[in-house]
């Protein structure tokens, strides 16, 4: 791994000397575009050292940018340089993953203007300014000592303050929700302050000198979050009534660039909204049938209702009463993971990779707010680090919302939430774009491919016959109407002005959802835009991209070979990796 890191170095440097070389000729060959990769990949961590350290590029942890408008004239300068810099290549003649990467670096510039002329979050969501990832991220790279660690920290949190102050001046109207998420998390962020930065003082050989200067930065760090934290809670909170504040919901006119933007697919927002609406009412049949099926088991002679979504529901809620007991959480999902490692085997699914360590954790303090479970997978430069299966416990729940949480992932639903999270879902996807030559497409993994992954997996693991009851098939159904309602949900609340109430009649009697759980979806749909569309656009284009390579290839068709060569491409749009596999 440290070979890798070198090996990188040394190609950024070599990059540099050869610009003029380069710029000189018009030489549109392989080679130069990698060149080009490289220069644009190193001016994009100078541009953006947190997100650099977040991916385990490690060159600029002692950096701190903070985003006033000078950076933000640096960004746009960094996107111009960019764009020309493209401008050179013909794009014909380039190979076609260079053209994956050449269309994938143009999107990330798109964005980046996206966000600073017209979207601009930094001024509406306070929870942009966050440094937990990027300390813990700088307190976990075990390839250099500590002290190395201790001392890039120390050069970073003497520019926090400079850091929160543009921020203040950043933030102008922001939405209600978004500024309690920041508090929250900043709290969170805190943490470090206390146990973490003092345990690796004295694990340090760091002289009296040294330790004092570190203290000194961290102490004015810490005050500069509190006091953010503060600004945040008397000035914009106290000060304003939450329903006259800046609405969450983006409009119709953002969220279509935003599509476009984000998921990347061939499709627009418009055309898979209207795929969601049929497949909810494909699965509503189906869960119909499946139900009927399993009447009489569950519920002997009593009289099923008319209403089929009631019908459904009693089943649901029925099966819903097997699942593990509440302290039992993060070891019954440890247990199933070498269950489906086999089943992938055996199966000729995929290839797992045994090599790489995967661990259940406790979800950590500072990202806690948005998701209940999840893969914290280690970047493209940090290829051998531990992956993270993170959980989020139930020890802060109460009674009555951790037994809501539990029948929601119940025996059946754990079992696709293993699928989805650890193998062969986000985990096993992760580990084969590591893999993947190509550092942008890594670094920039389309949201739409990864979630479309996870979700596909979900499917194609049911049809092998992972497992056949109808009850786990019912249980499938349920999670797939999840999908598609996350898309009908997103699409309908930010263009259509969908109330709370709309929402969780969708949620909770169309899909089938415990409270807790649709609560907890509301608050994601109301903090992030699009991002719960990526699901099911994903799984569309991935499906129909396998049963279009079926139809093509006939008897030749192979399914393990056909997932290895999807993932061999690492995180790129499904539309460009079609473009790659069907010829
Ligand atoms: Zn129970
Ligand atoms: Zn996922």
New binding site residues.
């Given amino acids: 791994m440290k070979k890798y890191i070198c090996v990188t170095i040394a190609s950024f440097l070599l990059a540099a000397c050869n610009q003029t070389a380069k710029k000189g000729s018009q030489s549109n060959t392989q080679g130069s575009f990698k060149q080009f990769e490289n220069e644009f990949i190193e001016k994009l961590w100078l541009t953006y050292p947190t997100w650099a350290t977040g991916v385990g590029y490690h060159k600029y942890d002692s950096l701190l940018i903070a985003y006033d408008e000078a950076a933000r004239q640096n960004e746009l300068k960094f996107a111009q340089w960019t764009e020309d810099e493209l401008k050179q290549f013909n794009f014909d003649s380039l190979t076609s993953s260079d053209k994956t990467d050449y269309k994938m670096v143009q999107n990330f510039i798109d964005g980046l203007r996206f966000n600073n002329n017209e979207f601009k979050s930094y001024e509406w969501d306070p929870s942009t300014y966050n440094l937990g990832d990027g300390i813990f991220k700088i307190l976990d790279y075990k390839q250099v000592t500590i002290d190395e660690r201790l001392k890039n920290l120390s050069k970073k949190l003497a520019k926090v303050p400079a850091y929160f102050e543009a921020a203040k001046k950043n933030i102008n109207n922001p939405t209600w929700i978004h500024t309690k998420l920041a508090i929250d998390q900043n709290k969170g962020t805190l943490y470090f302050f206390k146990s973490p930065f003092a345990d690796s003082l004295k694990a340090s050989k760091l002289n009296e000198a040294e330790i004092a200067e570190f203290k000194h930065y961290a102490d004015a760090a810490q005050k500069a979050i509190e006091g953010y934290i503060d600004w945040l809670q008397k000035d914009i909170l106290d000060k304003s009534d939450s329903a006259q504040m800046r609405s969450f919901r983006i409009g119709k006119e953002l969220y279509s660039k935003k599509f476009v933007l984000d998921i990347d697919s061939r499709y627009g927002a418009d055309d898979v909204y209207k795929k969601a609406e049929v497949r909810k009412d494909y699965l509503h049949s189906d869960m119909n049938r499946l139900t009927d099926l399993m009447w009489s088991k569950y519920f002997k002679n009593e009289k099923a209702p008319v209403d089929t979504l009631v019908k459904i529901k009693m089943m649901i809620d029925k099966l819903s ?1 097997q ?1 593990c007991k509440r302290d039992k959480f993060l070891e019954t999902i440890e247990k199933q993971l070498p269950e489906l490692t086999a089943f992938i085997i055996s199966h000729h699914i995929i290839d797992p990779d045994t090599t790489k360590p995967l661990k259940v954790r406790k979800t950590p303090e500072y990202t806690a707010g948005v998701a209940g479970a999840g893969i914290n997978s280690p970047g493209p430069y940090d290829k051998d680090a531990v992956t993270y299966y993170n959980v989020t416990p139930l020890t802060k729940y109460t009674e009555e919302k951790a ?1 809501s949480y ?2 929601e992932y119940n025996d059946y639903v754990l079992q696709i939430l293993n699928i989805h999270e650890a193998i062969p879902g986000h985990y096993t996807q992760l580990i084969y774009a590591n893999r993947s030559p190509s550092i942008i497409k890594t670094v920039f993994s389309n949201g739409a491919m990864v979630e479309g992954w996870a979700c596909y997996v979900e499917r194609m693991m049911m049809e092998e016959g992972y497992n056949t009851s109808p009850e786990m098939q019912l249980f499938y159904d349920k999670w797939n109407l999840r999908e598609a309602c996350n898309f009908i949900l997103d699409y309908n609340v930010h263009c259509s002005k969908w109330s709370e109430e709309q929402a969780m009649d969708l949620l909770v009697k169309e899909a089938f959802q415990q409270t807790a759980e649709a609560k907890e979806k509301w608050k994601r749909v109301s903090l992030t835009q699009v991002q719960l569309t990526s699901y099911f656009t994903g799984l569309t284009e991935i499906y129909e991209l396998r049963e279009e390579a079926k139809k093509k290839q006939g008897a030749q068709f192979n399914l393990k070979k056909f997932h290895e060569q999807f993932l061999s491409y690492g995180s790129a749009p499904v539309k460009e990796i079609r473009e790659l596999m069907i010829k």
Avoid: D, G
Wanted: proline share 0%; aromatic share 0%; glycine share 0%.
């Fill in positions: 009463l699942h037994e539990l029948r």
